[in-house]
């Protein structure tokens, strides 16, 4: 890995009877520090250089006049109290913050659409990572000023699927340059604009904590939840897949909020895998109980439980022989849209389920019930697809005698006392299978159902 960082700042500070000072790299600078008049200096280092004591004026003058120079920021660790030099430290680190992310706004005018990816949230800051090759030097060299710290990945980074081989820029992390990233369509990050914040404690959320926010597309059934970006830790907002993009919306208050669909959440947690579609979904699933209480989401839960007990059982679609037209039901079985979550929820601990089932007025009992429910209904629509079947089975079984190789057909006629020579094509043995008075329980056969239940 090759890196580059800009330390951009010059201290000095007294240790024993030395005054020492730390400095980025510079030949000129060290030119003009061995002309200063003493000759008593020492260099530990490139960047560090030792005075006696009684030089403090001089060498603390020189520091100004570079600092001031070259708009570096100069730390005096002799005469501030800790308190004033981490209040001198604080208001450098936001000068240089909102420096830095003028001039990176500014240089992304020059480059394309998805020049950059987002790769990582840090406190303070973002890595993004340049996409393609930029055969501009000083373009290059522009970008690397305007960020805080650049490397080169010469390998793929095994902790951070998202950052593969080339160059990273770590910039601040500030509304101002998010916008900017997001007009500039940067991968991973995408814009929800048309999120309307709903009434805070309507129907069908609850009152939640400060950070949490519910929102609504007008025109639209969709109801998404947001957590404000400053309230998210890092290691859970870069916990997300590598191809999930972080989906966000920007507040009347300019805040933030990292945003997911609600039903697609539910849709991830209940089908109980590590590859979420919505980034949103591993915050639930961390912590079930206590993520769906603070996103005020226990209502929501229970409705939409309810609402969908009574949806249509749907059917697995199994292939007999190689028909297109040969795609039967009957003995394949049925879904229906909670599968998944009854399925979720008996994998669940018992300690598991009990917190979840409190939280949304359930118990064991409630979900066996609905469970039943939908048992009963995948089997009334089997039985009524298997009458239905036997009611047709001469037309729907006939694709099926295409599936069948030469000797099948041989074996079948035989079997069934059917007339036929051997030395007939596949045609004409399928069309005398198919067309005879026995071909009933043949059609039944093929379709591996009984006369009757």
């Known amino acids: 890995m090759r890196s580059s960082k800009l330390l951009q700042q010059i201290i000095l500070k007294q240790q024993s009877d030395r005054i020492h000072l730390q400095f980025d ?23 560090h250089v030792s005075f006696p ?19 570096w920021e100069f730390y005096d660790l002799i005469t501030n109290s800790d308190e004033a030099l981490a209040d001198q430290k604080a208001l450098a680190n936001s000068r240089k913050h909102h420096r830095k992310t003028a001039a990176f706004i500014e240089l992304l005018e020059k480059f394309e659409p998805r020049a950059f990816k987002l790769c990582a949230w840090k406190k303070e800051t973002i890595l993004l990572q340049l996409t393609r090759f930029l055969d501009d030097s000083d373009l290059f060299k522009q970008i690397q000023a305007a960020s805080l710290h650049t490397e080169k990945l010469i390998l793929d980074d095994s902790k951070n699927p998202r950052l593969n081989r080339g160059w990273v820029f770590e910039v601040p992390r500030s509304q101002l340059l998010i916008r900017a990233l997001l007009e500039k369509k940067t991968s991973l990050l995408s814009w929800e604009q048309n999120l309307i914040p709903y009434p805070q404690g309507q129907e069908p959320f609850e009152e939640v904590t400060t950070g949490v926010c519910h929102f609504y597309k007008e025109g639209s059934s969709e109801l998404w939840v947001g957590i404000n970006l400053a309230k998210v830790p890092s290691a859970a907002i870069n916990s997300i897949s590598s191809n999930v993009s ?6 009347e208050s300019e805040n ?5 669909e609600i039903d697609r959440i539910l849709a991830d947690i209940f089908k109980d895998t590590r590859f979420y579609a919505d980034g949103l979904s591993y915050i639930v699933a961390r912590n079930i109980p206590q993520a769906i209480e603070e996103l005020g989401l226990s209502k929501y839960i229970a409705q939409y439980i309810e609402m969908r007990v009574s949806s249509p059982v749907e059917p697995k679609i199994p292939v007999y022989g190689r028909s297109p037209n040969s795609q039967l039901y009957v003995t394949q079985g049925y879904r229906h849209e909670l599968d998944d979550f009854l399925q979720w929820w008996h994998k669940q601990s018992q300690s598991t389920q009990s917190a979840f089932g409190e939280g949304l007025s359930w118990n064991i009992h409630s979900v ?6 939908i048992e009963n209904s995948k089997q009334k629509s089997a039985f009524n697809e298997r009458q239905r079947v036997r009611d047709q089975a001469d037309c729907i079984a006939q694709p099926l005698l295409h599936g069948l190789e030469k000797q099948q057909l041989l074996d079948l006629a035989m079997q069934h006392e059917i007339t036929i020579r051997k030395s007939w094509t596949k045609d004409k043995l399928r069309e005398a299978i198919a067309s005879s008075s026995k071909f009933r329980p043949i059609a039944l056969q093929l379709l591996k159902l009984e006369e009757e239940d």
């Open 25 to 47: 790299w510079d030949e000129e600078l060290k030119s003009e520090i061995n002309a200063l008049s003493n000759d008593d200096r020492e260099w530990h280092n490139p960047y």
């Open 53 to 71: 004591v009684d030089c403090v004026d001089i060498v603390r003058s020189f520091s100004q006049k570079i600092a001031a120079r070259n708009s």
């Open 246 to 251: 972080w989906h966000l919306v920007e507040s």
């Open 256 to 260: 933030w909020y990292w945003v997911g």
């Open 368 to 373: 066996n019930a609905i469970l039943s429910e």
